[in-house]
């Protein structure tokens, strides 16, 4: 917590109601990041996830507060924030080298045709798209798609990385690779990353800070979890750690239960100092008792 | 299978022609009540009444004056007698002129309207007035104002082609996705730059699809005023041909003004495959 990288500080969100009012989707909401974490934000549908990412992203500005990315405040879009969209966002009458170089040029308007063409390709072939540079986006699935949205946010090297759902119109297989993928990048190049899920064990996977958002509308922010598992976790053998279950139960009992009645039964929270979780051995579990966990076999395949 | 279908598609238009032929030459064939006349009575009556000829000229006769005219398509004998090749001229380049000058102006007030909401509410009742107004009732204003039928007419066509050009270009802006516009913005691209490459791209289909239903109604409507300014032109020359009672020449003229018309509507449809992209 002491290099704040990013630093979202009291925004709100208020929408005109339907009889005059207002309808807060969230108030006060105060959440921090450092330089090269991923962050992980859950929740269910509506609890403005999405708003605090497009405020973010810039595309979207806070009724009150104000998010400072590497010490400065932000104003509208950046090149420094590259977003990854839902639904890949391609341009259709593009080919895929001409959706990464659009993105290149944007950034770098001063290159020749060959710069941008060879940094282009660079990333194209980090996704691992070799070959296919000329396809149009109709001709490519839908995880080729999206890995063409990840090379084109990557392609102008930005500071944070946002990622609205970016897996989650696609099937489990193709989901699966493409998190390695994000998760080799990110580890590779240090990239600070911010991404929205309902999947807990996307988060799980990916995410050092997994933030818990209780249910709209007056959404808060009620959580930080940090992630127990060691970094060079692999996708198989996650479930084997011994504190996999732990996490996975705190996550889901969070949206399960906790998420509807955070408000009414925690009185005296408070937003600026939201507790950090850190589940483990010790952490109570509803299948197993923690000494159950540390004598299984799984714990000696996962070491 | 497709070509096979194309092949029957193709048989059965002939034989659809051939039966229309037909009936067109059988039903002209001729079989009114000859008078007894003298000679010099006989010359001023003419076929019709002499030999029974039908009054309405049969296929033969179209197909053998069809084939004068293409033999020379351009020659000008005066006001009243050109080649149906300067004629067409005349009126594709009426159409072409006044059409140009209605995507100049379509197109970007289509943008403008298109991308602010305050000009599209702005500019609604207006358009919504002007737009049902037959084109050729602007004639009499235009000929009374610009003082040249000629001009008249290339504004009665701007006129005509201005409203589904710019409805569709304010729609086709409008309706740009959300998601490629956030593209654009996440990527700090300027506004001019955001327009040129991925608002025209996305909108250009619907925006071509306006070109091409305008080109449809400019060239309906050109018939129609150039028999009102006279002169030269396609629409003047059926005009003249039917105070002529060259019932063969007006029916050569709707041939053509039918070919040209189609012509036109193919030129647009295949611009509009040109910027068409699937999804």
């Known amino acids: 917590m002491t290099d704040k990288f990013i630093s979202i500080e009291g925004i709100a969100r208020r929408y005109p109601g339907a009889d005059g009012g207002q309808i807060s989707v969230f108030e006060d909401l105060w959440l921090s990041m450092s330089r090269g974490e991923f962050g992980c934000v859950i929740g269910h549908s509506g609890c403005g996830k999405t708003t605090v990412l497009n405020i973010l992203a810039g595309l979207d500005e806070p009724s009150e507060g104000a998010v400072i990315v590497d010490g400065q405040a932000i104003e509208g879009t950046s090149l420094d924030r590259a977003v990854i969209f839902q639904s890949h966002a391609l341009l259709p009458w593009r080919t895929v080298l001409g959706n990464v170089s659009y993105a290149v040029t944007s950034k770098w308007r001063d290159w020749d045709r060959a710069k941008v063409k060879a940094h282009a390709q660079k990333f194209i072939d980090l996704v691992g798209l070799t070959g296919s540079e000329h396809k149009r986006p109709s001709e490519l699935s839908g995880g080729m798609k999206q890995r063409v949205g990840i090379a084109r946010a990557l392609s102008i090297t930005p500071k944070i990385m946002l990622m609205d759902e970016p897996f989650s119109a696609l099937d489990a297989l193709t989901r699966g690779t493409l998190q390695d993928e994000v998760r080799r990048i990110c580890l590779e190049t240090g990239q600070t990353a911010f991404m929205i899920t309902h999947d807990v064990d996307e988060a799980i996977y990916l995410a050092d800070k997994i933030f818990l958002m209780t249910n709209g509308p007056g959404a808060v922010l009620a959580e930080i979890v940090e992630n127990p598992l060691p970094k060079d976790r692999g996708r198989i053998d996650l479930h084997r750690h011994p504190y996999y279950y732990a996490l996975r139960n705190h996550i889901v009992d969070f949206l399960v239960s906790r998420s509807k009645t955070f408000a009414a039964t925690v009185a005296n929270h408070d937003p600026r100092n939201v507790p950090i979780v850190r589940p483990g051995l010790s952490e109570p579990t509803i299948v197993a008792s923690p000494k159950m966990i540390e004598a299984s076999p799984a714990q000696t395949i996962a070491r | ?279």
Request: positive net charge; aromatic residues 10%.
């Open chain 2, 1 to 279: 299978m497709t070509s096979s279908l194309r092949f029957r598609a193709a048989i059965v238009s002939l034989a659809l022609f051939a039966a229309f032929l037909g009936i067109w030459h059988i039903s002209t064939r001729g079989t009114g009540t000859v008078a007894n006349m003298t000679p010099e009575y006989a010359k001023l009556m003419g076929l019709t009444a002499t030999a029974g000829k039908s009054a309405m000229p049969g296929p033969l006769d179209v197909g053998a004056k069809l084939w004068e005219h293409l033999k020379s398509p351009f020659y000008d004998n005066g006001p009243n007698d050109k080649g149906l090749g300067i004629q067409l001229g005349y009126s594709i380049a009426r159409v072409a002129l006044g059409y140009f000058l209605a995507v100049i102006v379509a197109i970007p007030l289509g943008f403008l309207i298109g991308m602010s909401p305050l000009f599209s509410k702005a500019l609604d009742p207006f358009i919504q007035v002007l737009k049902p107004i037959s084109p050729l009732a602007w004639m009499p204003l235009a000929l009374y104002t610009i003082k040249d039928s000629s001009i008249s007419a290339i504004f009665v066509i701007f006129i005509c082609s201005v409203w589904p050009m710019l409805l569709n270009t304010s729609f086709g802006v409008a309706a740009v996705r959300k998601e490629w516009i956030n593209v654009a913005r996440t990527l700090e691209v300027g506004t001019v730059r955001r327009a040129f490459t991925v608002i025209l791209p996305a909108a250009a289909p619907t925006i071509l699809t306006g070109m091409r239903i305008s080109i449809g109604i400019a060239w309906l409507v050109i018939v129609a005023a150039e028999m009102l300014v006279g002169g030269t032109g396609i629409g003047y020359f059926v005009w003249n041909e039917w105070n002529n009672l060259s019932i063969t020449n007006v029916i050569i003229a709707i041939l053509l003004i039918g070919i040209v018309g189609m012509l036109l509507d193919q030129i647009l449809a295949r611009f509009t495959r040109m910027v068409t992209f699937p999804e």
